[in-house]
């Protein structure tokens, strides 16, 4: 056997980790807006969408059951930040260039343009949908070749974030680890919230990975490998907020 530099019992020892984490994510909290209000009514709480739109949720190379099936959980939270005060909406959504070099990685997907780069119905149809900044973004982080940077900037005195959308180990992840790295780097406290029942990333399992010539990616590993991964990096992931 070839030397992969993984130890003899990576598989029993893996087991054993993802067990630990499948208990940790059972026993996620859930939080309350009420708690979040005050800070809200002060244009202090801001919630993020990343990628719900119709690339990822309805149609398309990317969209995805499991993204789709968030969507009530997603409408949920936005009508939740609203009654609580929230007025900090910002949609960070794909708008490639068709020339974006991502397709090298990825499908064609969510061109400027087209049905697919346009936000969800379901959140469009919200009657304070007029209250939504849509920020297009040509890769997987928001804050690269976008204003979202200087909009973060101009907004250092808020108290907390909430994220939601797709992909838990993609677009929301990278959202996750800059806003909160951007907070520990000038010594904000802001905290970063992911709930996981707005959150989901998509499934290709490895025998139709082999048959398409992809990369195989089991979406209940990753997502809960990378809800993790952001706790472990200070990011506030809970079950829900009600």
């Known amino acids: 056997m070839a030397n992969t530099g993984l130890p003899s019992n990576f598989l029993e020892q893996a087991t054993q980790f993802l067990a630990a984490l499948e208990v940790w994510e059972r026993d996620l909290p859930t939080i309350e807006w009420r708690d979040l209000a005050i800070d809200a009514q002060h244009g202090q709480v801001a919630l993020f969408s990343v990628d719900?739109?119709?690339?990822?949720?309805?149609?398309?190379?990317?969209?995805?059951?499991?993204?789709?099936?968030?969507?009530?959980?997603?409408?949920?939270?936005?009508?939740?930040?609203?009654?609580?005060?929230?007025?900090?909406?910002?949609?960070?959504?794909?708008?490639?260039?068709?020339?974006?070099?991502e397709f090298a990685d990825f499908p064609?997907?969510?061109?400027?343009?087209?049905?697919?780069a346009v936000t969800?119905?379901?959140?469009?149809?919200?009657?304070?949908?007029?209250?939504?900044?849509?920020?297009t973004k040509n890769s997987l982080n928001a804050f690269h070749g976008t204003n979202l940077g200087a909009?973060?900037?101009?907004?250092?005195?808020?108290?907390?974030?909430?994220?939601?959308?797709?992909?838990?180990?993609?677009?929301?992840?990278?959202?996750?680890?800059?806003?909160?790295?951007?907070?520990?780097?000038?010594?904000?406290?802001?905290?970063?919230?992911?709930?996981?029942?707005?959150?989901?990333?998509?499934?290709?399992?490895?025998?139709?990975?082999?048959?398409?010539?992809?990369?195989?990616?089991d979406g209940d590993t990753l997502h809960l490998l990378f809800l993790y991964h952001m706790r472990l990096n200070g990011v506030e992931v809970v079950r829900e907020v009600v």
């Open 52 to 101: 719900m739109i119709n690339g990822f949720c309805h149609e398309g190379a990317l969209s995805s059951p499991r993204v789709e099936g968030i969507i009530p959980a997603v409408v949920k939270t936005f009508q939740g930040a609203y009654a609580s005060g929230v007025r900090n909406f910002i949609l960070a959504q794909d708008c490639h260039t068709p020339e974006s070099v």
């Open 108 to 116: 064609p997907h969510c061109q400027r343009d087209s049905d697919e």
């Open 120 to 135: 969800i119905p379901e959140l469009v149809s919200l009657p304070f949908s007029d209250l939504f900044t849509v920020v």
């Open 151 to 217: 909009w973060l900037d101009a907004h250092r005195d808020l108290k907390a974030v909430v994220i939601v959308g797709d992909c838990t180990d993609l677009c929301v992840h990278q959202m996750a680890l800059h806003l909160k790295l951007y907070a520990n780097a000038y010594n904000l406290k802001m905290r970063v919230i992911v709930p996981a029942n707005a959150v989901q990333t998509y499934d290709l399992p490895v025998e139709t990975a082999r048959q398409v010539g992809g990369l195989p990616h």
